[in-house]
Structures are given as C-alpha cells and as structure tokens.
C-alpha cells in the first residue's frame, strides 16, 4: 500500500514535491521514491535524482 502511495506521489506530483516528502525519513523514503520514479519512466527517474540532490538528499 505503501508503495502504491510513493508511485502515485511520484506520478502526481513535481519531482521536486516528491523529493521534499522524503525528508520525512530519508534513509527510508529515497530508496522507495527512486525505485517508484524508476517504474514510471527514466526521464522521471533522472529528474527525481536530481530533485533529491538539490533538496540535500544524495541518492
């Protein structure tokens, strides 16, 4: 369920709104938004890794 929320936070939402939702818990919510970014396309994949480097959150 979790997941499902993370894939259509991911879809819904600008890579940047993504990346802030991830402060939350970093070490938990990175890895479970880029695996969601990465099922939607590359090109949302990419721009959801650069989002979360400029938020602070190295990937």
Sequence with gaps: EARALLDACVRARTPQDAARG?????EALVPLLLE?????SARCHRD??????VAGFTP
């Design 36 to 40: 969601a970014a990465r099922g939607v």
């Design 22 to 26: 991830a402060a939350a818990d970093p």
């Design 48 to 53: 959801l890794v650069h989002a979360l480097r």
